[in-house]
């Protein structure tokens, strides 16, 4: 559960919270409390924000409560104070009218928040770990309203502004209907959707209804993949199979085997498998492909079944509430293991989402758009930007509910709008890859010049050391350099007693981390430097030897030989021989580096060019806006201008007052002026046993 001020914006979800989640946050503290850290719980799904907003808050509140608590974030008021702010835009309500409603959809401090939540998430996509599965084609089948639906539609306004039922049909609503009366309104509107005989036995059928739209859609998918005995699921949550009762599984069944000769045994309903056995039966069935066409709802058909084989097509009758319950449905097919799409549909698998015009179904796609949009973004980690807009398009995410929503509306300004949205957010992205690229290029151009001036000096330093040394180096017949070692601390000069003494100095010696000089070599003075290591859990000290010019110089890595007298004594000699070895490798790797300069040079020097076009696209989406908000305005001065032609004065009703302790005077300064209610749209004012406040006309 929750407490919030507010409780009039949508997309919180439900602050009631259940026992069952109360539960498991004591035993998750009692844990915490235990370690006295953010530790001791691992959540595992593969839908951790599936519907709400909330669900991302409670997230933190069950794993990170220390850390909420450090960030002085004590309830969910404050989170969204720092990571959300309240937008109003254009929605379509369930009597399909536009509104402006206000919502939690821009999201602002995006990196901070996406990091916070990778601090406690291990997210993979399915592209990520590499699952080689269909991809999805998503199919709109649109439908316009049937004479039927056109006039029940009317009737559903009329209901939802009035309040009265008898327009429906139905009895007068009770007191307890009459708070509920949106609720009544929304479950008419999903009925009528589907089908007009969910409301009423007296509706008959009708060939342009979604049950023979899907019908023909289900045989046309039937006789194309016949000889490959391809598979379809049909999902829908409403009107689901029962016995002896009308339903829209039988309904399409009956028209599949009466219409289209689909045999029945070959059509099959979840609901119909009482137990796990035969359960297991049809799932086996549909992957052999003796079953082609299986019925059921999101929650017996949607997790936990495997029958993807053979399935070439997923039929959506109505749109789910969530956007994980979507991705449930689509995931039976959508699967791997699906051999028939893999040979025989390039690989893909058909989506068809039937939508009827002017119906609820625009509603819904409008949730989903606004649900799923956010849950994408978050979870693939759009660092790139300080903000992100619950209302934008997301053409990662496959599902475009915006032009959904609009096309179901038949509005044409709505339909502009979100692609004057989708458009904007193309270039934006656009314009921030390239000014990241075009950033991080300078970036690289300013390491790479910084590289080659340092690697030519370096060059430059290695080239006259070894010019020094071939001048001064002595060669025996075969042309090796002859030793001409001098140890500064013993007169010894052969060979074999000056290895024992390096020996010696590299077992007992301890510089302290500081160059410390020994001898020379062919005028180039020597050096030992001490190093702490552990060795077997014991601090020592290790030493290495070089031979310091304008650089220092090592063979072995400054290690000498332990073994070998002469090998010891023939070190630092050999390290001088490796100079022009090295001056090659140095040269090599600033001509590559060299080569890299005029592609980032051609690259900064570029310019993106498109903002005088994203200028004019934002220009043309304030345009729409304005118009779609002028649609709006003129139906509220009418209503206003009624109200004000039938009332000249407000009366407050009195009758029911039971409030002895407040005075006369005290309940005349508490109402405002008549007009002034009048003008802020505020309805009129009544008392109540509770106290002062609105009432709703």
């Given at each position: 559960?929750?407490?919030?001020?507010?409780?009039?914006?949508?997309?919180?979800?439900?602050?009631?919270?259940?026992?069952?989640?109360?539960?498991?946050?004591?035993?998750?503290?009692?844990?915490?409390?235990?370690?006295?850290?953010?530790?001791?719980?691992?959540?595992?799904?593969?839908?951790?924000?599936?519907?709400?907003?909330?669900?991302?808050?409670?997230?933190?509140?069950?794993?990170?409560?220390?850390?909420?608590?450090?960030?002085?974030?004590?309830?969910?008021?404050?989170?969204?104070?720092?990571?959300?702010?309240?937008?109003?835009?254009?929605?379509?309500?369930?009597?399909?009218?536009?509104?402006?409603?206000?919502r939690f959809r821009y999201f602002i401090k995006v990196p901070e928040l996406a990091a916070f939540y990778n601090e406690i998430t291990d997210y993979r996509t399915a592209e990520d770990v590499?699952?080689?599965?269909?991809?999805?084609?998503?199919?709109?089948?649109?439908?316009?309203?049937?004479?039927?639906?056109?006039?029940?539609?009317?009737?559903?306004?009329?209901?939802?502004?009035?309040?009265?039922?008898?327009?429906l049909g139905r009895a007068p609503l009770s007191e307890t209907e009459e708070k509920a009366k949106m609720l009544i309104a929304t479950d008419y509107a999903r009925k009528m959707a589907l089908?007009?005989?969910?409301?009423?036995?007296?509706?008959?059928?009708?060939?342009?209804?979604?049950?023979?739209?899907?019908?023909?859609?289900?045989?046309?998918?039937?006789?194309?993949?016949?000889?490959?005995?391809?598979?379809?699921?049909?999902?829908?949550?409403?009107?689901?199979?029962?016995?002896?009762?009308?339903?829209?599984?039988?309904?399409?069944?009956?028209?599949?085997?009466?219409?289209?000769?689909?045999?029945?045994?070959?059509?099959?309903?979840?609901?119909?498998?009482?137990?796990?056995?035969?359960?297991?039966?049809?799932?086996?069935?549909?992957?052999?492909?003796?079953?082609?066409?299986?019925?059921?709802?999101?929650?017996?058909?949607?997790?936990?079944?495997?029958?993807?084989?053979?399935?070439?097509?997923?039929?959506?009758?109505?749109?789910?509430?969530?956007?994980?319950?979507?991705?449930?449905?689509?995931?039976?097919?959508?699967?791997?293991?699906?051999?028939?799409?893999?040979?025989?549909?390039?690989?893909?698998?058909?989506?068809?989402?039937?939508?009827?015009?002017?119906?609820?179904?625009?509603?819904?796609?409008?949730?989903?758009?606004?649900?799923?949009?956010?849950?994408?973004?978050?979870?693939?980690?759009?660092?790139?930007?300080?903000?992100?807009?619950?209302?934008?398009?997301?053409?990662?995410?496959?599902?475009?509910?915006?032009?959904?929503?609009?096309?179901?509306?038949?509005?044409?300004?709505?339909?502009?709008?979100?692609?004057?949205?989708?458009?904007?957010?193309?270039?934006?992205?656009?314009?921030?890859?390239?000014?990241?690229?075009?950033?991080?290029?300078?970036?690289?151009?300013?390491?790479?010049?910084?590289?080659?001036?340092?690697?030519?000096?370096?060059?430059?330093?290695?080239?006259?050391?070894?010019?020094?040394?071939?001048?001064?180096?002595?060669?025996?017949?075969?042309?090796?350099?002859?030793?001409?070692?001098?140890?500064?601390?013993?007169?010894?000069?052969?060979?074999?007693?000056?290895?024992?003494h390096l020996q010696g100095l590299a077992i007992n010696t301890n510089t302290n981390r500081r160059y410390q000089r020994i001898g020379e070599i062919y005028g180039f003075p020597i050096s030992?430097?001490?190093?702490?290591?552990?060795?077997?859990?014991?601090?020592?000290?290790?030493?290495?030897?070089?031979?310091?010019?304008?650089?220092?110089?090592?063979?072995?890595?400054?290690?000498?030989?332990?073994?070998?007298?002469?090998?010891?004594?023939?070190?630092?000699?050999?390290?001088?021989?490796?100079?022009?070895?090295?001056?090659?490798?140095?040269?090599?790797?600033?001509?590559?580096?060299?080569?890299?300069?005029?592609?980032?040079?051609?690259?900064?020097?570029?310019?993106?060019?498109?903002?005088?076009?994203?200028?004019?696209?934002?220009?043309?989406?304030?345009?729409?806006?304005?118009?779609?908000?002028?649609?709006?305005?003129?139906?509220?001065?009418?209503?206003?201008?009624?109200?004000?032609?039938?009332?000249?004065?407000?009366?407050?009703?009195?009758?029911?007052?039971?409030?002895?302790?407040?005075?006369?005077?005290?309940?005349?300064?508490?109402?405002?002026?008549?007009?002034?209610?009048?003008?802020?749209?505020?309805?009129?004012?009544?008392?109540?046993?509770?106290?002062?406040?609105?009432?709703?006309?």
């Amino acid at each position: 559960m929750f407490n919030t001020r507010h409780d009039r914006v949508a997309g919180l979800g439900n602050s009631e919270g259940s026992q069952r989640a109360l539960n498991l946050l004591y035993a998750i503290r009692t844990i915490q409390e235990r370690t006295g850290k953010d530790l001791g719980a691992t959540f595992l799904s593969g839908t951790t924000i599936s519907n709400s907003l909330t669900e991302l808050y409670l997230l933190f509140k069950y794993l990170r409560p220390k850390e909420l608590e450090r960030q002085d974030i004590r309830c969910i008021d404050a989170w969204l104070a720092i990571f959300a702010k309240k937008t109003t835009d254009f929605e379509f309500n369930v009597t399909n009218r536009i509104v402006q409603k206000e919502r939690f959809r821009y999201f602002i401090k995006v990196p901070e928040l996406a990091a916070f939540y990778n601090e406690i998430t291990d997210y993979r996509t399915a592209e990520d770990v590499g699952v080689d599965r269909p991809a999805k084609n998503e199919i709109l089948h649109n439908i316009p309203p049937t004479p039927q639906q056109e006039a029940f539609i009317e009737k559903l306004m009329k209901f939802a502004e009035s309040g009265d039922a008898t327009i429906l049909g139905r009895a007068p609503l009770s007191e307890t209907e009459e708070k509920a009366k949106m609720l009544i309104a929304t479950d008419y509107a999903r009925k009528m959707a589907l089908d007009m005989r969910l409301i009423s036995a007296a509706y008959d059928d009708n060939p342009d209804n979604k049950a023979s739209h899907c019908a023909r859609m289900i045989a046309e998918y039937y006789r194309k993949y016949d000889e490959q005995r391809g598979t379809q699921f049909v999902f829908s949550d409403l009107s689901t199979y029962k016995p002896g009762e009308w339903n829209i599984y039988s309904e399409i069944k009956r028209k599949l085997i009466e219409d289209y000769g689909i045999p029945a045994h070959e059509i099959r309903f979840i609901q119909e498998c009482k137990t796990e056995r035969s359960r297991k039966a049809v799932i086996e069935a549909m992957n052999s492909g003796d079953v082609r066409v299986l019925f059921g709802s999101t929650s017996m058909l949607g997790t936990g079944v495997n029958a993807q084989r053979r399935a070439v097509a997923v039929h959506e009758l109505e749109c789910p509430w969530r956007p994980s319950d979507l991705e449930q449905r689509e995931g039976r097919a959508i699967r791997a293991g699906n051999e028939i799409a893999k040979l025989y549909a390039d690989n893909k698998v058909d989506v068809i989402i039937y939508a009827v015009e002017k119906s609820l179904d625009s509603y819904k796609f409008n949730l989903l758009h606004c649900k799923a949009t956010f849950i994408s973004q978050l979870k693939r980690g759009a660092l790139g930007a300080r903000t992100i807009d619950e209302g934008a398009m997301d053409e990662q995410n496959g599902m475009n509910f915006s032009e959904y929503m609009a096309i179901l509306s038949g509005n044409t300004n709505l339909l502009e709008k979100a692609k004057l949205e989708k458009r904007i957010a193309s270039m934006e992205s656009e314009r921030k890859s390239f000014g990241k690229g075009r950033a991080d290029s300078e970036s690289k151009l300013q390491m790479i010049t910084h590289d080659i001036a340092n690697n030519e000096a370096i060059i430059a330093q290695m080239k006259a050391d070894c010019a020094r040394y071939q001048e001064v180096v002595q060669r025996d017949k075969d042309g090796n350099p002859v030793n001409n070692l001098t140890i500064d601390t013993c007169q010894l000069t052969d060979e074999k007693n000056m290895g024992i003494h390096l020996q010696g100095l590299a077992i007992n010696t301890n510089t302290n981390r500081r160059y410390q000089r020994i001898g020379e070599i062919y005028g180039f003075p020597i050096s030992i430097i001490s190093e702490p290591t552990v060795v077997d859990g014991h601090e020592s000290v290790q030493n290495r030897f070089v031979v310091e010019g304008s650089l220092k110089y090592k063979y072995n890595n400054g290690f000498i030989a332990m073994s070998d007298t002469h090998a010891a004594c023939m070190n630092f000699v050999n390290a001088l021989e490796k100079i022009p070895g090295i001056i090659a490798q140095y040269e090599e790797r600033t001509a590559r580096l060299k080569a890299d300069v005029p592609q980032l040079e051609a690259i900064i020097a570029k310019t993106w060019g498109k903002d005088d076009e994203l200028k004019q696209l934002k220009s043309e989406l304030a345009a729409i806006d304005r118009k779609i908000t002028a649609e709006l305005a003129p139906k509220r001065e009418e209503q206003d201008g009624v109200e004000n032609k039938q009332d000249s004065s407000v009366e407050v009703n009195t009758t029911k007052v039971d409030a002895p302790s407040t005075s006369d005077d005290q309940k005349k300064s508490m109402v405002a002026e008549p007009e002034y209610c009048y003008a802020k749209r505020v309805s009129a004012l009544s008392y109540s046993s509770t106290g002062f406040g609105y009432k709703h006309l």
